[in-house]
């Protein structure tokens, strides 16, 4: 029996305002926080969920036991697809590639992606600067823009990390999440601010990129 893509489908469409490269200058411009739990809603399945404010379920991927999956879709609360992520071969360098998609009424993704990529994140190793030695996970190559973001690793724990923009500002972090009581929980939960300018479904693409070449996925 062949097993369905995986896919990421928010089920509260009002906690991200963007929808696509296009929508980004009507979203909403104010900081929002997510909790990302490492695991997913299928029983014995792979994958995230990610929560909103409100508690809700805001996006989710399941991979159906299905580990290593090379093509992965975030779709918005009606199951329309938004954003594809593939994976891509290129010699010894792990590349994934995120394509906007537009829905056409049978709701077939693969027929209406774009022709390019909107980004391609590929992964970094380790670069020395003069106030010390610090980790860049990888690389986010904006195709329209040619701007180049990077996903740089958190200085406490490896599950923490810090997405940076081509000026250098701090566009969405991800750290352990803590209790009103200040208790840390697991590795496998965590909570993502994204900033007032960046592109939350963007954001939300790279987290689960990270996820996928980490192998949480």
């Not at 296009?22 to 990610?50: A, I, P």
């Not at 010894?92 to 995120?98: A, I």
């Not at 077939?108 to 391609?120: G, L, N, S, V, Y």
């Not at 994204?194 to 693409?205: E, K, Q, S, Y």
Request: proline letters at 3%; glycine letters at 10%; one cysteine or more.
């Amino acid at each position: 029996m062949a097993i369905a893509p995986p896919r990421i489908q928010p089920v509260s469409a009002h906690l991200h305002s963007s929808a696509s490269p296009k929508d980004s200058d009507h979203q909403e411009k104010k900081q929002v926080c997510y909790t990302v739990w490492m695991k997913s809603l299928v029983f014995n399945g792979r994958g995230c969920t990610v929560y909103g404010q409100d508690g809700r379920a805001a996006y989710r991927v399941d991979n159906y036991a299905c580990r290593r999956s090379r093509e992965v879709f975030v779709m918005d609360s009606g199951g329309k697809t938004l954003l594809k992520l593939l994976k891509k071969n290129f010699g010894v360098f792990k590349t994934w590639q995120g394509y906007s998609c537009c829905n056409n009424n049978n709701g077939d993704a693969a027929a209406t992606m774009e022709d390019q990529p909107w980004f391609r994140v590929q992964k970094e190793y380790k670069i020395l600067k003069k106030e010390g030695r610090y980790n860049v996970r990888a690389v986010v190559e904006i195709a329209l823009s040619g701007e180049v973001y990077r996903i740089i690793d958190g200085a406490s724990h490896k599950s923490e990390y810090r997405i940076v923009g081509a000026g250098g500002e701090v566009l969405a972090e991800i750290r352990r999440k803590q209790t009103d009581a200040g208790v840390v929980l697991g590795d496998d939960v965590l909570t993502l601010t994204v900033g007032p300018t960046a592109d939350r479904l963007l954001v939300v693409g790279l987290v689960v990129v990270c996820g996928l070449l980490d192998r949480c996925i």
